[in-house]
């Protein structure tokens, strides 16, 4: 088209003609650009006004105004929903001025855009810690520790004592001293880490600054002593729990704990200890079905059978009693009766390789070989 309006006689009617479609076309084309900077305007100050309060909310930030920063980084949030870094700040700011509703807010609101942002799991369980929402704090810090937010040693001891405590408090005793080992392998033995080690091992569900005056001193000394074993110190801590026991020679689960702590490293130590707590308190049925278990484990399998079966009778639903007598009724010539208990045991828990191995051992004892071998591969996955 532009070759023919180069050669074409501007004075012609065809020149006059072609001259009105160009006018058409700029006009056409100015009304676009008009309709799109319309669109475009709004947009560009939105964006801009974003920019300018997240600018001004790092610079309070990094000038200590604190009550400052957090309001910014609302207003940035409320112009960017999805903006991450503005969620995070606000979690980490309001947390740190004990503002920790609106921390859980917030990292709800990150973690929805980035559900893997192991740091906001962490501090949404701190928070909800903070706000007795006890269940919630253990599902995000636990989820948090096996995330890895314990790996950093500025974190590891905020969030393994809390885990801790959370652990306590539900009752998941075993789980809780796992936390505080970690702690002791780093030589971290704050007093109410002390405490805290005290009541799981004494299997009490109460928090370090719920503990009365009075019960300080022997929550204190017992969590020294599992102290002292979690950190390797095991002649210092068998020489502190003795003294414990001459000095509180009716207080249940105190042989309980220090059976407890034997039990992966000497049965049958573990079971001097059990039987000493069934002798102080006899209703102790946990102690009961872990002496029995403890007796299975040392190949004393008619000698555990009677106490199994008390425990059993008294408690179906234990599961350690289940585990000991199917164990040693299995062992002693009652492959049927054994197996269908651990198999019970499985129904609840699948993973429970106690129940795996002891399975293994019967199909064998039956003859059972294809059997036996799945539960020995099963066995050796479930110990990885």
Known sequence: MYLELITTDISGPNWQRDRGRISGCKAAGCAALMVLAALLTPHMQAQQQFEDLAAQAAAARDQQNIPAAIDLYKRAVEARPDWQEGWWYLTLLQ???NQYPGAIDAASHLLQLEPHAVPAIALRGLSEFEVADYKGSLRDLDMAVQHGAANDPHNEQIVRYHLALDLTRAGRFQDALEQYRALAAKQIDAPEILVGIGLAGMRVTSFPSEVR????ELYTAAGRAGYAFLTGESNQADELFRQ????????QNLHQFYGMLLYSHDPQLAAEQFSSEVAVAPANLDARALLAFTLVLSGKYAEALPEAQKVYAAEPGLQMAQLALGRSLGETGDIEQGTALLKKVLEQDPNNLEAHLGLA?????????GDAYRERMVCLKLAQ
């Open 95 to 97: 947390y740190t001025t």
């Open 213 to 216: 005056a009075e019960d300080q």
């Open 244 to 251: 414990m026991f001459a000095k509180y020679p009716t207080t």
């Open 361 to 369: 051992s019967l199909f064998a004892r039956a003859g059972k070989r």
